[in-house]
């Protein structure tokens, strides 16, 4: 250590080892060249930084760093500010050490790179921090990488990681907005809503953006974040109708002119059918609310990948007229239909019932299978060969639909749909020797309807793919 303001890794270091090495004392003993008196202040600190680790818990943070003798308010101690990137909706943080002063706020700042903390030297460095700063050094240092296109200690926030690393900061209570630095910490705030509509200014419609509660600033990590400066808050946004993804799309809308804003308007609804979009002017469309009983329907059909056929149930539901095979798991969905928008309330409960029973008739989801761009109601028979995917099928069309039927299940059977279990009229197997040589060939097979089949070649291929024939 040094009581220079630079405190470590500075140019008085780099000179007393230089005395040190030119002095030839390199190859002394550490014991024999460390006067007593400074022995005995090593072992009088290492005393004190164990007497401090017994008030901390094992649930709280350790302090680390600080100046052995210094009194509390003169410290130096790491700090966060928040500011905007310069990318759209963008969040960065700057890193500063600065000397907690004894009248409240902090002295002048300078830059600090929190990479030290992720090396062997942090519990040397001259200024307070915790183990939750090193678990941030790292999630920064992890988003940021180290090139030419940000300073040493300015590190973008984004993403998953982003929220993780912001929570942590927020958590260590020295996180100021930039410029306000003495001010109070930044604290979580409650969720807040995020309004959107359009105004019309100059022949165009622009979007209008508003905070509820107000607050000043909206920024996007995984989901979209206000900061609040009066209150010293910051916290989640949510709109009512729309999803973290679909505000960004919104957000990036340009300026719409009055003769474009009807199609616009138009377009947004047939997009996004089942959420309450703002839209620069009210279309002529109807909306209709239904509210009715569910009923199942199955459609048992098949699709053809790499050569292989794959049997599928693809399971829907029917709200009064209306067939839908959602794909996520909103409370209601839309449905534009000519000049008519339907929004469906759904039952979730029921369809999940549903999709249990299927689930226990072997059903399973396609992209289980590793099939992709399926819908995660588009199901197919999981066995272990494909004669145990037959004789589930068979059980399941002989047995299960009935009973489902008496349920009020509706099943509808595609063209495609080729699995089907016979029962053979006859079978009959020949035998014809070649008068060529000692060979024979054989046929062995049944008839239905008339129509003789030759199932040897099948069965053959049968028993190959059988684990125990």
């Known amino acids: 250590e040094c009581d220079c303001p630079v405190g470590f890794r500075c140019k008085h270091a780099v000179a007393t080892l230089f005395q040190f090495a030119q002095a030839g004392a390199l190859t002394a003993e550490p014991s024999d060249s460390i006067p007593p008196e400074e022995q005995q202040r090593i072992k009088e600190l290492e005393v004190k ?34 500011r905007p990137a310069q990318t759209d909706l963008g969040l960065e943080v700057e890193t500063v050490v600065a000397r907690r002063l004894k009248r409240g706020g902090y002295g002048k700042p300078r830059p600090q790179s929190v990479e030290e903390l992720n090396d062997d030297y942090a519990r040397y460095l001259n200024f307070e921090h915790n183990e939750r700063d090193i678990e941030v050094a790292g999630l920064l240092y992890s988003m940021a990488g180290r ?14 990681i982003g929220e993780l ?22 604290e979580w705030g409650s969720v807040r809503s995020l309004q959107l509509d359009w105004q019309l200014k100059d022949d165009n419609y622009q979007l209008n953006i508003e905070i ?34 679909q505000i960004q799309k919104i957000l990036i809308a340009p300026p ?8 616009v308007s138009s377009q947004l609804i047939q997009t996004w ?32 990948l790499d050569n292989h056929r794959i049997h599928l149930l693809s399971l829907r539901f029917n ?34 019932q549903c999709l249990a029973l299927l689930k226990d008739c072997e059903f399973a989801p396609a992209d289980n299978a590793g099939l992709n761009n399926f819908n995660h109601l588009d199901l197919l028979m999981l066995a272990d060969s494909l004669n145990d995917s037959v004789w589930l099928w068979d059980e399941f069309q002989q047995h299960t639909m009935p009973m489902l039927r008496e349920q009020g299940w509706q099943f509808e059977v595609d063209d495609s ?19 060529a040589n000692d060979w024979f060939e054989m046929t062995l097979g049944i008839e239905i309807d008339g129509q003789t089949i030759n199932l040897l070649p099948a069965l053959v291929e049968l028993l190959v793919e059988e684990k125990d024939p």
């Open 147 to 160: 090139g030419h296109r940000y300073p040493q200690n300015i590190y973008p926030l984004k993403g998953d």
């Open 273 to 304: 059918p089942d959420n309450e979009v703002p839209m620069p002017v009210k279309p002529e469309i109807e909306t209709v609310h239904i509210k009715a009983q569910p009923a199942a329907n199955a459609r048992l059909h098949s699709v053809e």
């Open 212 to 245: 509820v509660p107000p607050g000043d600033k909206l920024f996007l990590l995984k989901y979209f974040y206000y900061i609040d400066i009066e209150h010293n808050r910051l916290g989640r946004l949510e709109h009512p109708g729309l999803d973290q993804q």
């Open 165 to 186: 690393a912001l929570e942590k900061i927020i958590s260590n209570q020295r996180c100021f907005w930039s410029g306000h630095e003495n001010s109070q910490p930044l």
């Open 319 to 352: 709200y009064d007229g209306h067939i839908i095979q959602p794909d996520h798991f909103s409370r209601s969905l839309g449905i534009l239909e000519q000049q008519q928008r339907f929004i469906i309330e759904r039952d979730l409960d029921f369809e999940q």
């Open 417 to 435: 749909f080729y699995l089907q279990v016979d029962e053979a009229d006859e079978w009959y197997g020949e035998i014809e020797q070649d008068s």
């Open 256 to 263: 719409v002119p009055r003769e474009m804003a009807e199609k």
């Open 49 to 82: 930084i164990w007497l401090n680790s017994l008030n901390s818990q094992g649930d709280k943070e350790t302090v680390q760093g600080s100046f052995a003798g210094s009194e509390p308010g003169y410290n130096n101690v790491l700090l966060y500010w928040l």
